[in-house]
Structures are given as structure tokens and as C-alpha cells.
């Protein structure tokens, strides 16, 4: 997500920003935009697209297209944890194995 700041001009009464070109063909802008309110802030979105959603294709070339800071997960890599041996198999075996309630025809037969 990137971010990008407008600023804000004096429209007769009003108060505007001007959105970038290329911002208004990536998300198909028309002539009317659609404004939502939230406690975050204030969303605009393409009126003919309020339903639609990207595509996988779209959405697979949005997230390769954006810097994004991995570096947090370089740290959870470095934590240890691919260099214990997990044994899971031998887990129950040390444990005795686990003990389950026979079922209704184990019952009947003894």
C-alpha cells in the first residue's frame, strides 16, 4: 500500500484534492466516485465498481508490484525453532500411547 499526499485546494465553497492519473486508470475512475466515512477516515471508490472485487491475476500483480518491508520475519527465521529435532511419532510411545474408549463393538465382543 503506498501512500501519497494531496493537497488540499479551495473549490469555489468547497474544498477538493486532486487524484493522480494514473491512480484513477488503475482503479477504472469514472466521473463519479463513490465517498464512505469511517471512523479511519474517508474511503473514495469507483461508483461502477462498489460490488466488484480484483481478480486473482489483478491481485497476485498488485502484491508483486509492492515494496513491502519483510524484514520482521527475518527475525522470526532466526529465532531457533528449524534446528529442534521434533519427534512426534516417538511422542506417544515415551507417554505410554494414547488411550481411547473402545467403541460399541469392542464393547459387545468382550
Given at each position: 500500500?503506498?501512500?501519497?499526499?494531496?493537497?488540499?485546494?479551495?473549490?469555489?465553497?468547497?474544498?477538493?484534492?486532486?487524484?493522480?492519473?494514473?491512480?484513477?486508470?488503475?482503479?477504472?475512475?469514472?466521473?463519479?466516485a463513490?465517498?464512505?466515512e469511517?471512523?479511519d477516515?474517508?474511503?473514495?471508490?469507483?461508483?461502477?465498481?462498489t460490488?466488484?472485487?480484483?481478480?486473482?491475476?489483478?491481485?497476485?500483480?498488485?502484491?508483486?508490484?509492492?515494496?513491502?518491508?519483510?524484514?520482521?520475519?527475518?527475525?522470526?527465521a532466526?529465532?531457533?525453532?528449524?534446528?529442534?529435532?521434533w519427534?512426534?511419532?516417538?511422542?506417544?510411545k515415551?507417554?505410554?500411547?494414547?488411550?481411547?474408549?473402545?467403541?460399541?463393538?469392542?464393547?459387545?465382543?468382550?
Amino acid at each position: 500500500m503506498q501512500t501519497t499526499e494531496l493537497r488540499v485546494a479551495k473549490i469555489g465553497n468547497s474544498r477538493g484534492v486532486r487524484i493522480p492519473a494514473e491512480v484513477l486508470r488503475r482503479y477504472a475512475f469514472g466521473d463519479t466516485a463513490v465517498m464512505i466515512e469511517s471512523v479511519d477516515g474517508i474511503l473514495l471508490r469507483p461508483k461502477q465498481q462498489t460490488d466488484a472485487k480484483l481478480s486473482w491475476t489483478d491481485t497476485a500483480k498488485a502484491m508483486a508490484a509492492a515494496a513491502e518491508d519483510w524484514s520482521d520475519w527475518d527475525a522470526a527465521a532466526a529465532d531457533g525453532l528449524d534446528d529442534i529435532p521434533w519427534k512426534t511419532a516417538n511422542a506417544a510411545k515415551k507417554r505410554g500411547g494414547y488411550k481411547t474408549k473402545p467403541t460399541q463393538s469392542q464393547r459387545r465382543r468382550s
